[in-house]
């Protein structure tokens, strides 16, 4: 069978990104692809961020909801947006004729969201489709700025609004893969006139899809365009999904908390996930199931750093597309991939804003449906429980709360337990993960990593282990969250594994697929 490389890419722009360094995403990352290296380019990015996503576009639009919804007025947060969004066009779009039109498009979104907005007022009350279209327009201006800001700089583009794409009259309550099978042929629709077009034209689309079933923030949450730009990868059966990120990849820790973490080639997309759960925002967890499913990789790379090698995210022991089964015969890779695994660690990572629930039955023994009902009166306020410890009569939960929503919350919620039993709960708590897929010396490397914690004086308020031992994870104070990071990089991460060529593998892998005639 001869398998054809479809040279499409997809490229996604996190929020910070594009507030921070547009050009250089033009210019030497888009137009790098398109040109240099002779790519079918896609570009998806995310609502801008003048600083941090905390203060960006999304989570002003949202905080319009709120006031809307509260029947207070929005007019300052909706004109701070807009003035940012305009400002920047003054600031970036040399051609006047392309920046009246980018302030002309700008005002109209933006006007539209206050329509929307002011009868949201009117009833007191924001519904999840309301929401979503609101949200939209940070993607909508986003993409609005790139769209026109590479159109300025001599590289064709085209704005691709998503907020439609689902038929209006499409009404389901679950979401499953026959929803994302049908976002996916959406999304086909959509980019074929790109695919047959004669001429380059980047499609630059809206990392907000809609409308989906219960809004888009109850169904995927935050961070929602990793999954958008994973799914348009699907639709154009891309070679590669780029994340581009302001760190050089993924690394064995924050490198901004842990100075000697080192950047990793390759890890799976099981390790990811566990690292964004907990605490390390490298990608969406929904992203990987759906590039993984059509055997496309992932590579983590830096708008900062656009020649570095990044991280590639995929499973370590799956074929790639257009291989039914790994490349025979074997000799056509190098030994080195069939080589021992990395056995230890992969990376470490923590989260603070912790709160360790703890409760003791007042049964004597654990009742029928006791942990039911914990759960149930949790899940009522929409509490997320992130590790779990029990025994006969006691259970002992840490859960994020990271925010005023969240302690209120968990007030009401510690409340209506009262009734199962005894409650207390330790606040200023954080988690400590280690995360590996290859953790095979499994008990091991938790003896060394409590031992490390032991020796820092640092106190274990509970301990937990994944069931498939890719973590172990336990809370401690978020006063010893550092050191606890540190000590534990030092004791297990610091040094290279003694064989590190697992870690070029997957590399390795996709270049000599490339050249294969499978
Ligand atoms: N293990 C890790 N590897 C890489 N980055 C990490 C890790 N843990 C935490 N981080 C942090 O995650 C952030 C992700 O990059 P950034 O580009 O800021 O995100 P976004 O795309 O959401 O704007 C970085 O600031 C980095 O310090
Ligand atoms: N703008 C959305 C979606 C998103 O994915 O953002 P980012 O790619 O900047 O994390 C958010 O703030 O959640």
């Given at each position: 069978?001869?398998?054809?490389?479809?040279?499409?890419?997809?490229?996604?722009?996190?929020?910070?990104?594009?507030?921070?360094?547009?050009?250089?995403?033009?210019?030497?990352?888009?137009?790098?692809?398109?040109?240099?290296?002779?790519?079918?380019?896609?570009?998806?990015?995310?609502?801008?961020?003048?600083?941090?996503?905390?203060?960006?576009?999304?989570?002003?639009?949202?905080?319009?909801?709120?006031?809307?919804?509260?029947?207070?007025?929005?007019?300052?947060?909706?004109?701070?947006?807009?003035?940012?969004?305009?400002?920047?066009?003054?600031?970036?779009?040399?051609?006047?004729?392309?920046?009246?039109?980018?302030?002309?498009?700008?005002?109209?979104?933006?006007?539209?969201?206050?329509?929307?907005?002011?009868?949201?007022?009117?009833?007191?009350?924001?519904?999840?489709?309301?929401?979503?279209?609101?949200?939209?327009?940070?993607?909508?201006?986003?993409?609005?700025?790139?769209?026109?800001?590479?159109?300025?700089?001599?590289?064709?583009?085209?704005?691709?609004?998503?907020?439609?794409?689902?038929?209006?009259?499409?009404?389901?309550?679950?979401?499953?893969?026959?929803?994302?099978?049908l976002l996916v042929e959406c999304l086909k629709n959509k980019l074929k006139p790109f695919v047959n077009s004669k001429e380059r034209i980047v499609p630059l689309l809206t990392g907000f899809f809609g409308l989906v079933p219960n809004g888009l923030l109850n169904?995927?949450?935050?961070?929602?365009?990793?999954?958008?730009?994973?799914?348009?990868?699907?639709?154009?059966?891309?070679?590669?999904?780029?994340?581009?990120?302001?760190?050089?990849?993924?690394?064995?820790?924050?490198?901004?908390?842990?100075?000697?973490?080192?950047?990793?080639?390759?890890?799976?997309?099981?390790?990811?996930?566990?690292?964004?759960?907990?605490?390390?925002?490298?990608?969406?967890?929904?992203?990987?199931?759906?590039?993984?499913?059509?055997?496309?990789p992932i590579r983590i790379k830096n708008v900062q750093n656009p020649k570095g090698e990044g991280t590639v995210i995929y499973p370590d022991d799956m074929a790639k597309r257009g291989e039914s089964t790994p490349p025979h015969p074997p000799e056509a890779l190098?030994?080195?991939?069939?080589?021992?695994?990395?056995?230890?660690?992969?990376?470490?990572?923590?989260?603070?804003?912790?709160?360790?629930?703890?409760?003791?039955?007042?049964?004597?023994?654990?009742?029928?449906?006791?942990?039911?009902?914990?759960?149930?009166?949790?899940?009522?306020?929409?509490?997320?429980?992130?590790?779990?410890?029990?025994?006969?009569?006691?259970?002992?939960?840490?859960?994020?709360?990271?925010?005023?929503?969240?302690?209120?919350?968990?007030?009401?919620?510690?409340?209506?337990?009262?009734?199962?039993?005894?409650?207390?709960?330790?606040?200023?708590?954080?988690?400590?993960?280690?995360?590996?897929?290859?953790?095979?010396?499994?008990?091991?490397?938790?003896?060394?990593?409590?031992?490390?914690?032991?020796?820092?004086?640092?106190?274990?308020e509970m301990i937990s282990q994944g069931a498939n031992e890719i973590n172990i994870s336990c809370v401690i104070d978020e006063a010893n969250s550092l050191k606890a990071l540190k000590s534990i990089h030092g004791k297990l991460l610091d040094e290279k594994p003694?064989?590190?060529?697992?870690?070029?593998?997957?590399?390795?892998?996709?270049?000599?697929?490339?050249?294969?005639?499978?």
């Open positions: 069978m001869t398998y054809q490389l479809s040279n499409w890419i997809v490229q996604k722009f996190g929020g910070t990104s594009v507030g921070k360094f547009p050009v250089e995403i033009v210019d030497e990352i888009i137009k790098f692809y398109t040109t240099e290296a002779g790519n079918n380019v896609a570009v998806v990015c995310s609502a801008r961020s003048s600083y941090t996503k905390a203060e960006g576009t999304t989570s002003r639009l949202l905080r319009c909801c709120d006031l809307a919804s509260q029947e207070l007025d929005f007019t300052e947060v909706i004109e701070a947006v807009r003035q940012d969004h305009v400002q920047n066009a003054e600031i970036h779009i040399q051609n006047p004729v392309l920046q009246t039109k980018l302030i002309a498009d700008t005002n109209k979104e933006l006007d539209l969201v206050v329509r929307y907005l002011e009868a949201s007022k009117v009833l007191g009350e924001v519904s999840a489709r309301t929401s979503d279209l609101v949200m939209a327009c940070g993607e909508k201006l986003s993409c609005l700025f790139i769209a026109s800001l590479c159109n300025d700089r001599g590289c064709k583009a085209q704005f691709v609004d998503l907020t439609h794409l689902l038929p209006s009259d499409y009404n389901v309550s679950v979401i499953d893969n026959s929803f994302y099978t169904a995927v949450g935050r961070g929602y365009t990793d999954l958008c730009a994973a799914l348009i990868a699907v639709a154009l059966n891309a070679d590669e999904l780029q994340v581009w990120k302001e760190v050089d990849g993924i690394f064995t820790a924050d490198p901004r908390k842990v100075p000697q973490a080192r950047l990793l080639n390759s890890v799976t997309p099981e390790e990811a996930a566990e690292l964004t759960y907990y605490g390390s925002e490298v990608i969406h967890p929904f992203t990987m199931e759906q590039v993984i499913r059509a055997k496309i190098s030994q080195s991939f069939f080589e021992k695994r990395r056995r230890g660690a992969t990376a470490i990572t923590t989260k603070n804003d912790i709160v360790v629930l703890n409760i003791h039955s007042n049964k004597k023994t654990l009742s029928h449906g006791f942990l039911a009902q914990i759960f149930t009166i949790l899940d009522k306020y929409k509490l997320v429980v992130d590790l779990i410890s029990t025994s006969e009569v006691h259970v002992s939960m840490a859960l994020p709360i990271p925010d005023a929503d969240s302690t209120r919350a968990l007030k009401l919620a510690v409340e209506k337990l009262k009734s199962l039993g005894t409650v207390d709960i330790i606040r200023k708590m954080a988690i400590v993960s280690l995360v590996g897929k290859q953790m095979k010396q499994f008990i091991g490397i938790a003896g060394s990593m409590f031992t490390t914690l032991a020796e820092n004086n640092i106190n274990i003694p064989s590190n060529s697992f870690e070029h593998a997957i590399n390795e892998r996709l270049e000599q697929i490339k050249k294969m005639d499978l």
